[in-house]
């Protein structure tokens, strides 16, 4: 099962539907191309709820129909300190920090350094991968795709966080549990995502 967001909206690739009360539904047949027989529907969707296309194999539909996007990959993670989760804001919203991999990088050390370029703390420890999303952008006027490898990570140090302002990060911060909500209301669906199997 591949579930990739587009536009903040959920493309599921799978076998099997499990969301058949709430999605629209293909079968891999009908999708020759995601530009001609899925976006044109997002219009009509307000509510951006789940496209679900049904397929034998979920890996190669997925290469097929991402084929003509550059491939990048990124790690990132939420960071605990004492009962308390770190976020940024960028671009207005708020966002869980990561960044691009580069060459050759692993991505556990890839998730740490990001954390520690964009919120000046100094090495947070890694706990366990929680999940990897997916999601599409433009760069430079190219289709992305955009792989992700978010993790837990927990920081005892005594560091105030500061944002690393050249990446149009805003705010840096540690956000206590019941402040999350306004965390979960001005945010991306795939960081929604993030933020379920963090705190499942």
Not at 77 to 91: C, M, P, T
Not at 125 to 135: A, K, Q, S
Not at 181 to 198: F, G, H, P, Q
Request: charged fraction near 35%; proline fraction near 4%; charge should be negative.
């Amino acid at each position: 099962m591949y579930k990739v967001f587009v536009e903040n909206r959920p493309i599921i690739l799978c076998k099997i539907n499990n969301y058949a009360y709430d999605c629209r539904l293909f079968f891999e047949s009908d999708v020759k191309s995601l530009e001609k027989d899925i976006y044109p529907f997002f219009s009509e969707d307000k509510e951006k709820r789940p496209y679900v296309i049904i397929c034998e194999d979920a890996a190669s539909t997925f290469k097929r129909l991402f084929k003509n996007h550059d491939w990048i990959e990124a790690a990132g993670g939420i960071v605990e300190q004492a009962g308390r989760y770190l976020f940024i804001k960028r671009h207005g919203k708020w966002d869980i920090p990561k960044g691009k991999l580069d060459k050759g990088e692993d991505p556990a050390a890839g998730c740490v350094r990001e954390i520690e370029e964009e919120c000046g703390i100094t090495a947070p420890v890694i706990d366990r991968l929680v999940l990897e999303t997916y999601h599409t952008y433009r760069y430079k006027e190219t289709p992305t795709i955009k792989k992700t490898y978010w993790y837990a990570l927990t920081y005892e140090g005594n560091e105030v966080p500061f944002p690393q302002e050249e990446e149009g990060i805003t705010k840096a911060k540690f956000v206590k549990t019941e402040k999350l909500d306004k965390i979960r209301i001005n945010t991306y669906a795939s960081i929604l995502e993030v933020m379920d199997a963090y705190f499942k």
